[in-house]
C-alpha cells in the first residue's frame, strides 16, 4: 500500500498557521492549525508535557497518548519539571518544542518578550510606588 503523502511526518517539523493558549491555569493547554489544516494540541500537567497533531482537536489529544491512530501524530511527550507543575507559558512550550513545531508565515505566535532597558526600568520605578505606598489616584 502506497503512503498517504498527507499524513503526518515524524521526518519533518509541524509547521503551524495557528496557536493559542486555550487554559493557562493547571493545566496548561494549547491548540492550533498546521499549514495542511490539521488541529494541533498540547498539555502540560502533572509534571508531563504532550502535543500531538491529527484531522481534529479529539484526534490531537488522542495523538498524544495513542500512536496507533491513524492519521494522528504525538511530536512530544515527556517530563518536564516536578511531578505536580502543570503551569507553563507559551513561549516556555514553544523552546521546549524546539524543532519539532515552526510557526510558519501568516501565524500567530506571540513575540519574544525581551527584559526592559535600564532606561524604560527606571521609567517604569517612578511610576509605580514603592512598597508599602498606596496607589496614585
Not at 18 to 45: I, K, N, V
Not at 71 to 76: A, I, Y
Not at 106 to 125: C, I, K, M, V
Request: charged content about 20%; glycine content about 10%; some cysteine.
Amino acid at each position: 500500500m502506497a503512503a498517504d503523502s498527507a499524513a503526518p511526518s515524524r521526518d519533518k517539523p509541524v509547521r503551524l498557521v495557528s496557536l493559542h493558549m486555550t487554559c493557562s491555569a493547571c493545566p496548561s493547554q494549547w491548540e492550533g492549525a498546521t499549514l495542511d489544516g490539521r488541529a494541533f494540541y498540547a498539555r502540560y500537567r502533572g509534571g508531563w508535557f504532550s502535543a500531538g497533531v491529527g484531522a481534529t482537536v479529539e484526534d490531537a489529544v488522542t495523538a498524544t497518548w495513542n500512536e496507533s491512530e491513524p492519521g494522528t501524530m504525538p511530536v512530544l511527550s515527556c517530563e518536564w519539571g516536578e511531578p505536580l507543575d502543570g503551569v507553563m507559558s507559551t513561549e516556555e512550550m514553544l523552546e521546549l518544542l524546539d524543532g519539532r513545531v515552526v510557526i510558519v508565515s501568516g501565524g500567530n505566535a506571540p513575540a519574544p518578550r525581551r527584559p526592559p532597558s535600564a532606561a524604560e526600568q527606571d521609567a517604569l520605578d517612578e511610576l509605580l510606588p514603592g512598597p508599602g505606598e498606596p496607589l496614585p489616584g
